[in-house]
């Protein structure tokens, strides 16, 4: 095996073990977008992945939801092998939180409802239920305020903070956010870094794409370095900062930093 193709392997072994990908492949078509994809994330870990655009970091979020198959390998969930389709994977996809950059709320529904659509429907929460955990959910992230508003009165930071509770109310297991702040203007970064930050120091298990390097050096256990679908390097946030060693990813760096 050549030097491009072994992984730098950092803290791996995790002792008790939430996400389980193992050896995942994927194509879309002819183009191999996951090469040989194979890491575990621990409960309570927060992974950070990063790596040049195209880099297959999207697609992993996706298909660690089942929003896109894969080809080969398997990726379990707390012990659960994700299945396909069907109704079970419509529950294991329940215990998944996903924040995208495009916030993704319901447009015409109140941002409590927005809070309280999924929790009612799928937990089967009572109303009053699903709004109290709601406005818990929406004081934790600091838009409580907002509550009766719709989602295009709110800023694009408030907004995705919504989505963040949004995804909270449903009480994953874990939460992937895939370059949350990419589409927010400068000033509202900080204000969904800053209750990212607190989820993570709450224990709840995170796997973020994002570029917000100051973010990865405060709350991550674990970068993940990905280029051309591979993963090339993987290192506590100090060692892959400090001390990369995969070319591409001291080129990336280089660039970034
Ligand atoms: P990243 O998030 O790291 O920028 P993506 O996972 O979005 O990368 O994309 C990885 C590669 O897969 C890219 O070359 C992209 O163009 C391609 N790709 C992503 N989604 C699709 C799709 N639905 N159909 C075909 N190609 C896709
Ligand atoms: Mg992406």
């Known amino acids: 095996m050549d030097a491009k193709n072994t992984p730098v392997r950092g803290t791996g072994g995790a002792a008790d073990p939430l996400v389980v990908i193992d050896h995942v492949d994927k194509h879309f078509g002819d183009l191999h977008v996951l090469k040989d994809i194979d890491t575990t994330v621990a409960r309570g870990e927060v992974v950070v992945v990063i790596g040049p655009s195209g880099s297959g970091k999207s697609t992993l979020c996706r298909a660690i939801n089942r929003l896109e198959t894969i080809d080969s390998g398997t990726i379990s969930i707390d012990g659960k092998v994700l299945p396909s389709e069907g109704r079970e994977l419509a529950t294991l996809r329940a215990d998944v939180g996903m924040v995208f950059q495009s ?43 907002q509550a009766k508003k719709l989602p295009a009165q709110l800023s694009g930071g408030q907004q995705q903070r919504v989505a963040i509770a949004r995804s909270l109310a449903m009480e994953p297991k874990l939460i992937l956010l895939d370059e949350p702040t990419s589409a927010l203007d400068p000033e509202m970064i900080n204000e969904v870094l800053d209750v990212m930050v607190g989820l993570a120091k709450d224990g709840m298990t995170m796997i973020v794409v994002t570029h917000e390097m100051g973010f990865a050096r405060k709350a991550a256990d674990r970068v993940i370095f990905m280029a051309d679908g591979r993963i090339e390097e993987e290192a506590a946030p100090e060692q892959f900062f400090g001390a990369p060693r995969s070319p591409r990813a001291k080129d990336f760096l280089s660039k970034i930093l």
């Open 103 to 145: 916030f993704n709320l319901f447009a015409h529904k109140t941002v409590l409802e927005n809070v309280t659509l999924a929790p009612m429907k799928v937990r089967k929460l009572s109303k009053k239920a699903a709004e109290t955990r709601g406005m818990a959910l929406l004081e934790r992230v600091g838009v409580a305020d």
